[in-house]
């Protein structure tokens, strides 16, 4: 989008160390101008490390970055934006309490002796609206944005600084389906315009719709980089993984016929949810579908008792929780794992041992003192058992990868021993390998017994485990799907086309 | 499918200085203070000495307790901010209790006073949601009063009769330490057991490391809260027994400011602010290093005016260390 060039970037030997791990290993890298492209590769396979070195966010311990030919120092992210590179990262960077307007030029205000010139940065953010076809209030709090919108809003400030390289990390994770598909449209429209793009995702078919070249990553090192009309999902995955693999879904166990109604709920109310009843037997896994905003991750947590309802009832065996608290929940067998591993489920400074133990301390002491030898062998059994793959239990447990951790979330809460189990985004920035693992668990789980609610974003991943999809709109219930259920089904009823559907 | 670049595989990570840089971070606190202790013994004479070391002890022992505290709390996520005004109000209280009844029972109730006044103190923030830093100022603020308004502005004394047994902390006792020193140890041994050893210290490192994930595990966060202020609270009004002893007095003007020389000795011994992480040991390795710096002066003639501008020095020298020995590691 500007008048100027794309460089051609030459990353050559790069690699990165943190506390003894190296996880990023001698790349050799040419990404041409105005190319899209993709790197995959399981987590923790250095795709994040490798753009956060790009956009000058984190220093590599070796080798060096060329542009046109010319060796460069990107230090900070300073320096990248003057190279015309610039990174929209997972966790985004915007000023939450700024407008739009603020956001999209931070640092770059136009001024005039000293004062900000409000007009023509107005001037500017319109002409950028036009050129990518965002339609959002200047004037408007970013904070109160959806995630969707924020995101265009970094976009927009990528192109406001002139950026000839936009580097993004799963830009697509946090956004509805049509969202994405703008995006990437967007995507193709700047790579046209000249602007190069370099795009992180685990979405494959996505990369590889949108991509021209693709670069797989494995442990820190490059595997390949190839043409993306050239390769198939298959391949790519075979790559990230070292071998070729079948995502194959395992089918849940039969119901068995019978089998008694571990977890009910009548009315639920409260914010979005506007009147969830559901019922789930021994056995059985429930799946919630929904758009974002739909109610299904608080209609979870009403359930836990994470927030109160305002009205409605939640029995387990047919004894209603007498209070909504997680503590009564998890009396009465109710066990969750929440949306968010870094922000609700686990305490990433602490080691993985702790975390695992963490929810099940009261059964494992010794008047006010923890039962160490008991924990160790409670938490090295479930580990196992679950397949938590760490070096050292004592290591801080952000230094796993997102489905280690995932998989000691699980662990964490099967040592309660639990008759109901609340699963919100099972796989979310998970590996392959670790996401066939958390499938085959939760299966494993239902067909011990255990009642499971799943909501997830992924609706062939929902489709797939669940005996029962129930699809939610608006907070309340527009249909319940038996197994077999095509995914267009389930996205037309949440989008609010019900034709399709049963009532339930 | 076309291939433009050979398969790599990754070496075996090389990383030595790193996991030096890892090991500085939970032990180079450790090392300073030997380093300072080997200086002083090898440029004074009079530092290695049994009347010396037995005075240094003493004089940690205050800032000492009120770090073990200010450590619980910072673990758990809090500050408490009203060390030093508890600790002059239970004083106060102890003393007067004291003169009414008798020594001994003066003692206990001005721990019972630092307990109850942690425990409004922990309510207060915990019930209002108000940040912690603001709401032990205030709190902080309210409890000095309070010691103003019970006192009527003067100095406290025991009964001239008890005068003698309410100096009993500064009385030699095991291996020639003074009461103090030895209280201080035993209370801060209790406590470093409480924090590692315990399910209640499992569960503040929780609350203090991710406080919402802590409560969705069941935990009840505002009650772990309420107990940290109320050690905190036990430790104030401990180290105010040790300086009334000390002074045969207590006043309303008690040791005002402590409260960040204890958050400074935590910070020092690399207990992070952000909560979560921590250890009780590294309080008292910070309270001893501050206050070998005070020793050092004195021992060395050196004109105290500069101890301040040291200490602060040394504290940021100490938490840059640790911020960039992390960035490092992680």
């Not at chain 1, 915007?94 to 956001?103: E, H, I, K």
């Not at chain 1, 980089?225 to 993984?241: D, I, Q, Y």
Request: aromatic share 4%.
């Amino acid at each position: 989008m500007s008048s100027q060039k794309a460089p051609s970037i030459a990353v050559r030997g790069v690699g990165k160390t943190y506390s003894g791990v190296t996880v990023l290993h001698d790349i050799d890298l040419d990404i041409t101008p105005g190319e899209v492209h993709g790197l995959v590769g399981e987590n923790g396979a250095g795709k994040s490390t490798l753009l956060k070195i790009l956009g000058g966010a984190i220093r590599a311990d070796a080798g060096t970055l060329s542009f046109d030919g010319e060796q460069v120092t990107v230090g900070s992210p300073r320096d990248a934006i003057a190279h015309g590179i610039s990174l929209i990262s997972q966790e985004g960077a915007l000023v939450p309490a700024l407008s739009v307007l603020d956001n999209v030029f931070l640092a770059r205000w136009s001024h005039r002796g000293g004062l900000v010139s409000a007009r023509s940065d107005r001037k500017r953010l319109a002409e950028l609206l036009e050129v990518t076809g965002f339609t959002v209030d200047p004037d408007e709090r970013v904070d109160r944005l959806p995630i969707g919108v924020q995101q265009q809003v970094e976009i927009l400030r990528s192109l406001a600084r002139g950026a000839r390289v936009i580097a993004m990390d799963e830009p697509t994770a946090v956004l509805a389906e049509h969202e994405k598909d703008n995006l990437l449209a967007l995507i193709r429209k700047l790579a046209a315009g000249g602007t190069t793009i370099i795009l992180v995702s685990h979405f494959l078919e996505e990369v590889l719709s949108v991509a021209d070249r693709i670069t797989v990553l494995r442990d820190g090192a490059l595997i390949r980089t190839g043409k993306a009309s050239e390769t198939s999902p298959r391949e790519l995955v075979g790559h990230m993984v070292g071998r070729e693999i079948d995502v194959l879904y395992p089918d849940p166990p039969e119901v068995p016929a019978g089998a008694p109604v571990i977890l009910s709920a009548r009315g639920l109310k409260r914010g979005l949810v506007n009147g969830v009843d559901l019922e789930v037997r021994a056995g059985e896994i429930l799946g919630i579908a929904g758009l974002v905003g739909s109610g299904r991750t608080e209609t979870l947590r009403l359930l836990f008792g994470a927030d109160r309802p305002v009205e409605g009832v939640v029995e387990i065996d047919g004894v209603a929780l007498a209070q909504h608290t997680p503590r009564a929940a998890m009396a009465a067998g109710v066990a969750m794992v929440p949306e968010s591993r870094k922000e609700q489920g686990l305490v990433m400074v602490r080691s993985v041992a702790e975390n695992v133990a963490l929810s099940s301390l009261s059964g494992r002491r010794a008047g006010p003192f923890v039962k160490r030898p008991a924990e160790k062998s409670a938490v090295g059994d479930i580990s196992k058992s679950v397949d938590i793959r760490a070096a050292n239990p004592e290591a801080p447990i952000e230094t796993l990868s997102g489905g280690n951790q995932q998989k000691a979330l699980f662990a964490k809460w099967l040592l309660r021993k639990p008759k109901v189990l609340l699963i919100d985004e099972p796989t979310r920035g998970v590996d392959v390998a670790a996401k066939t693992q958390i499938h085959h668990l939760i299966t494993g789980l239902a067909a011990d017994g255990l009642a499971v609610v799943c909501v997830s974003s992924e609706i062939e991943e929902l489709l797939a485990l669940s005996h029962r999809v129930l699809v939610l709109r608006h907070g309340e219930p527009v249909g319940e799907y038996p197994r077999g259920t095509t995914p267009e089904v389930v996205i037309a009823a949440a989008f609010g086309d019900h034709s399709e559907g049963e009532e339930s | 499918m076309s291939v433009d670049t050979l398969v790599k595989t990754a070496a075996p990570g090389s990383g030595n200085m790193s996991r030096l840089a890892f090991r500085m971070r939970d032990y180079g606190i450790v090392a300073a203070l030997v380093i300072i202790v080997i200086a002083l013994s090898l440029s004074t004479d009079t530092f290695l000495t049994t009347g010396n070391l037995v005075n240094l002890l003493d004089q940690t022992a205050v800032i000492g307790l009120l770090a073990a505290g200010a450590t619980i709390c910072i673990i758990s996520g809090v500050f408490d901010l009203t060390a030093s005004a508890t600790l002059a109000l239970s004083a106060i209280i102890g003393v007067q209790v004291g003169r009414a009844t008798d020594v001994y029972v003066g003692m206990l109730a001005a721990v019972v006073v630092g307990a109850l006044l942690g425990f409004v103190t922990g309510t207060v923030v915990v019930r209002s949601g108000v940040n912690s830093f603001v709401g032990t100022l205030a709190t902080s603020m309210v409890y000095r009063g309070l010691a103003v308004v019970v006192t009527a502005g003067a100095i406290v004394y025991p009964m001239t009769d008890a005068a003698e047994t309410f100096g009993m902390l500064t009385w030699p006792s095991l291996f020639g330490l003074t009461s103090a020193t030895i209280m201080f140890v035993v209370v801060v041994a209790i406590l470093a057991v409480v924090v590692a050893r315990t399910t209640f210290g499992r569960r503040l490192y929780a609350v203090g490391g991710n406080a919402e994930a802590a409560r969705l595990s069941g935990i009840r966060v505002g009650s772990i809260h309420v107990t940290a202020f109320m050690i905190s609270g036990v430790c104030s009004a401990l180290a105010g027994l040790i300086l009334a002893s000390r002074a045969g007095s207590a006043q309303s003007s008690m040791a005002t400011g402590t409260e960040l020389t204890a958050i400074a000795a935590a910070v020092v011994g690399g207990t992070s602010i952000l909560g979560g992480e921590g250890a009780i040991w590294r309080a008292i390795v910070g309270a001893l290093l501050l206050t070998l710096i005070g020793n050092g002066f004195n021992l060395l003639g050196w004109d105290t005016i500069y101890q301040q501008v040291l200490q602060g020095l040394l504290i940021l020298f100490a938490v840059t260390m640790d911020r960039w020995l992390r960035k490092r590691t992680r």
